[in-house]
T-cell receptor, first 114, second 115 residues
Framework: QKEVEQNSGPLSVPEGAIASLNCTYS??????FFWYRQYSGKSPELIMF????GDKEDGRFTAQLNKASQYVSLLIRDSQPSDSATYLC??????????????FGKGTKLTVNP | DTGVSQNPRHKITKRGQNVTFRCDPI?????LYWYRQTLGQGPEFLTY????????KSRLLSDRFSAERPKGSFSTLEIQRTEQGDSAMYLC?????????????FGPGTRLTVL
């Protein structure tokens, strides 16, 4: 069973702090890694993707990938109350037939307190 | 609005009835995915199309579920003889494979409630 694991939280941080969200995955063949944000009752919204080891920055968000450790993380700097949401980690995985699909973690619920 | 659209947004039905959902992908996207999401879980893959070809179906997709994508444009997901366990958010996503990254964009979802 190919899996993506996330701490379900909730993770609570004060406004202005750095929020750190973590994700591990089981399939060493995975090549692309995504972070989605999902507000309650809404659909997932893409924040960013990463496919090379190291860091990738986009505004207040930094994704980090370590393929050797099968670990992906998302850092949110200067957290704002509007960042309060569930953050989903998604990893592309290949079936035996060669088809590609995204496998999601259960998500980490983040609360940013004013 | 050029994003992924889904209709209806909400559907309430009685157990045993059939329901059909529609997804219109972003126009230039050739890949279309269906997911199901229940409370407290991440989206679970159901099936995907590349153009009009259905390339993979999850084991979650029982015989009561069928999906089509005629002419490689919009897609429909039909659930026959609905059960209470089918109550969930049904999400559609589309993508266009560019280079090594297949980035999927989600529609607003259809929330199904089976009474």
């Amino acid at each position: 069973q190919k899996e993506v694991e996330q701490n379900s939280g909730p993770l609570s941080v004060p406004e202005g702090a750095i929020a750190s969200l973590n994700c591990t995955y089981s399939d060493r063949g995975s090549q692309s890694f995504f972070w989605y944000r999902q507000y309650s009752g809404k659909s997932p919204e893409l924040i960013m993707f990463i496919y090379s080891n190291g860091d990738k920055e986009d505004g207040r968000f930094t994704a980090q990938l370590n393929k050797a450790s099968q670990y992906v993380s998302l850092l949110i700097r200067d957290s704002q109350p509007s960042d309060s949401a569930t953050y989903l980690c998604a990893v592309n995985m290949f079936s035996q037939g060669g088809s590609e699909k995204l496998v999601f973690g259960k998500g980490t619920k983040l609360t940013v307190n004013p | 609005d050029t994003g992924v659209s889904q209709n209806p947004r909400h559907k309430i039905t009685k157990r045993g009835q059939n329901v059909t959902f529609r997804c219109d992908p972003i126009s230039e996207h050739n890949r279309l995915y269906w997911y199901r999401q229940t409370l407290g879980q991440g989206p679970e893959f159901l099936t995907y199309f590349q153009n009009e070809a259905q390339l993979e179906k999850s084991r979650l997709l029982s015989d009561r579920f069928s999906a089509e994508r005629p002419k490689g444009s919009f897609s429909t997901l039909e659930i026959q003889r609905t059960e209470q366990g089918d109550s969930a958010m049904y999400l559609c996503a589309s993508s266009y494979l560019a280079g090594r990254t297949d980035t999927q964009y989600f529609g607003p979802g259809t929330r199904l409630t089976v009474l």
